[in-house]
C-alpha cells in the first residue's frame, strides 16, 4: 500500500462490541484472566501493553519500513531508552549541530552512569571516522538536524557505521515517516518526537523508537519501556494514531508552503541566509532529494541581518506566527533558538527558526514581509 493508504489502515483496531469505525479507547490499567490463569486477548496491564498503544506501534513501524517499534511519553523518553541499551564505558558519537536536548540527556545524565559521548560534524565522512574509537556502539543522526537544516548522508555513514559493527541510530522528527525513511537507507533505528508532526496539533507529547529488525537492542527497549515505566498512555496513543491518517496531506502542505516562503525569503534584502534544504541554492539540495524525494519538510531558519536584538524585535512583530517552542502543528511558530538554549548554545544570535503552519500561504508571507521590514 502506498503511504496515503498506509497511513489511514495500519493503525486499525477492530471494535469487537458495537462495530464502530473510530477505534475505541482502552482507558484501563489492567485486563482479566480467563480460569486457567492465561490473558485471552494477549494484555495484562497497560504498563505492559494495551490495544491503542499496540495499534499506534504496529501503524509507526509500517510507515517506517521496520519491524517493531516502541512509543514513549516523549521524544527524550524515547531517545533515552536507545542510549539505555549500552554499558558503562561504551561510546555514543552524536551530531555536533543538532536538538540540543538530546546531547544534554547524554551529558548530563547518561555521562554520570558511565556512557561516554561525543560530538562530530555529521556533514563530514572523514571526521565521523575519524571520531570512532573502540567503544563506540552507535552513531547517533540527525538530519534534518535542528535548528540550521544540514542535511547528513544517511546511506554513507551506515557504510562507515557497519563496517566497524557500529549501529546507526537517526532522529527522524523534523521529516516525518512521509518524507524520509533512513531505514530505506540502512539505519537501524528511527527516532520520532511524535509530538512534533505526528501528533500535528501541538496537544499530545510522545515519542517513537522504530527498529529495522528485531534484535538485542529492540528487546533491551522494550525492557526499559516496561520496567521504567516510560509508556505512553492510551489516550495519547489514540490522538497520535489520529494524527498518523493525516500525516500524508499535511506533510504536502507544510512542505509547499515552506519551500515557497523559503524562495521569498531568499530574495528580501532584509535577510542574510535562509537554511532550507529544498532550494536549489542549498549546498544539500541533491542530498535533500535523494533522501527526501516528496518535500523538505515546512521547517525553515532564517539569519536576519542583523545581531541578537534585530532578530528578537522581528519575532516580536510577527503577528501569525506565534513564539513559542516545539514544531510540527497546524499552526505556524517562531522560535529564537539561541534564548531557549543558553549560553553555551552554537546557534547564530540572529537566527530565527519557522515552523511553518497549514495557514494560507500569502498570508504567512505577508507577515513576515512586515515583520522584517518593520524591524
Not at 244 to 258: F, I, Q, V
Not at 271 to 289: F, M, R, W
Not at 350 to 364: F, M
Amino acid at each position: 500500500m502506498r503511504k496515503e493508504t498506509l497511513a489511514i489502515h495500519a493503525t486499525h483496531l477492530q471494535d469487537e462490541t458495537a462495530a464502530s469505525i473510530a477505534p475505541p479507547v482502552f482507558l484501563t490499567t489492567t485486563f482479566e484472566r480467563s480460569e486457567d490463569g492465561s490473558y485471552p486477548k494477549g494484555h495484562m496491564y497497560s504498563r505492559n501493553s494495551n490495544p491503542n498503544r499496540d495499534a499506534l506501534e504496529k501503524g509507526l513501524a509500517q510507515l517506517e519500513g521496520g519491524k517493531i517499534a516502541f512509543v514513549f511519553g516523549s521524544g527524550l523518553a524515547a531517545v533515552s531508552a536507545v542510549f539505555q541499551c549500552m554499558k558503562s564505558g561504551d561510546h555514543v558519537l552524536m551530531p555536533n549541530v543538532g536538538y540540543y536536548a538530546s546531547y544534554k540527556l547524554a551529558e548530563e545524565i547518561m555521562g554520570p552512569w558511565g556512557l561516554q559521548v561525543s560530538q562530530v560534524d555529521m556533514t563530514n565522512l572523514a571526521a565521523i571516522e575519524a571520531a570512532i574509537q573502540p567503544e563506540t556502539k552507535l552513531i547517533w543522526v540527525e538530519t534534518p538536524a535542528n535548528p540550521l537544516l544540514t542535511l547528513s548522508d544517511i546511506e554513507a555513514i551506515c557504510k562507515i557505521a557497519h563496517a566497524h559493527n557500529i549501529l546507526v541510530g537517526v532522529d527522524n522528527t523534523l521529516t516525518s515517516p512521509i518524507l524520509q525513511n533512513p531505514i530505506q537507507f540502512g539505519a537501524d533505528i528511527v527516532m520520532h518526537a511524535t509530538t512534533k508532526y505526528i501528533g500535528g496539533h501541538s496537544d499530545v507529547l510522545g515519542g517513537a523508537v522504530i527498529f529495522k529488525e528485531a534484535s538485542a537492542w529492540s528487546e533491551r527497549v522494550k525492557r526499559v519501556q516496561i520496567l521504567m515505566g516510560a509508556t505512553q498512555n492510551p489516550l495519547d496513543c489514540y490522538l497520535l494514531a489520529r494524527g498518523l491518517k493525516t500525516l500524508p496531506l499535511r506533510m504536502r502542505e507544510h512542505s509547499k508552503n515552506a519551500l515557497e516562503l523559503a524562495t521569498h525569503l531568499e530574495k528580501h534584502p532584509g535577510i542574510e541566509q535562509v537554511h532550507y534544504p529544498g532550494l536549489p541554492s542549498n549546498p544539500n539540495y541533491d542530498l535533500a532529494i535523494k533522501q527526501m524525494p516528496n518535500g523538505q519538510s515546512g521547517m525553515i531558519s532564517i539569519q536576519i541581518k542583523g545581531d541578537e536584538a534585530k532578530a528578537r524585535k522581528v519575532a516580536n512583530r510577527l503577528q501569525l506566527f506565534q513564539q513559542a517552542t516545539s514544531l510540527g502543528g497546524v499552526e505556524s511558530l517562531v522560535e529564537h533558538r539561541r534564548s531557549i538554549e543558553g549560553p553555551e548554545s552554537k546557534t547564530p544570535g540572529n537566527l530565527l527558526r519557522l515552523s511553518i503552519g497549514l495557514e494560507h500561504v500569502e498570508d504567512l508571507w505577508e507577515d513576515l514581509n512586515q515583520a522584517i521590514l518593520g524591524a
